[in-house]
């Protein structure tokens, strides 16, 4: 049976002390050469913060969202394999962090890839991307904002 993961902000009250720094030891879809990701917080960005992936020789910036009273409803469910090999314990352990693409820099038309999130555990900060086992249920444009426009453009993708 998969595993749900909550996608609620929770705080990090493991072991390991709170830390911005994540190991995707397989880096992201398209980015396979960036093993090494901060998660960074912009007070006056929020809810949005930005994730800098480290490659050998330089940087790339993407914007992510943690889903959790942002997204109503999302409830994504990982393959056995995939929480294996992240070693979740727990379904708390798990940070989910979805990917945001901004439209024309125009944050009315951001959406979120609710299928491929990057799964984090929070415990030993190693994180992958991944497809999730009740994809079938999300878009991989999901609009931010609801509007007429957003749906049209999250259905046609």
Known sequence: MPM???????????????????LLPHGIIGFGGYKRAELLYLPDHLPFLWMKLHGATDHLHFVVIEPGGIVPDYQPELFDDDADALDLRDPAEAMILNVVTLRRQDPVEATANLIGPIVVNRRT?????????????????????????????????
């Open 125 to 157: 900060r190693l994180g992958r991307q991944l497809v999730i086992s009740n994809y079938s249920r999300y878009s991989a444009h999901h609009p931010l904002v609801e509007n007429a426009q957003s749906h049209t453009l999250a259905r046609s993708a």
């Open 4 to 22: 749900k993961v909550l996608p609620d902000l929770l705080p990090t009250d493991f072991d390991t002390p709170p830390s911005n720094e994540l």
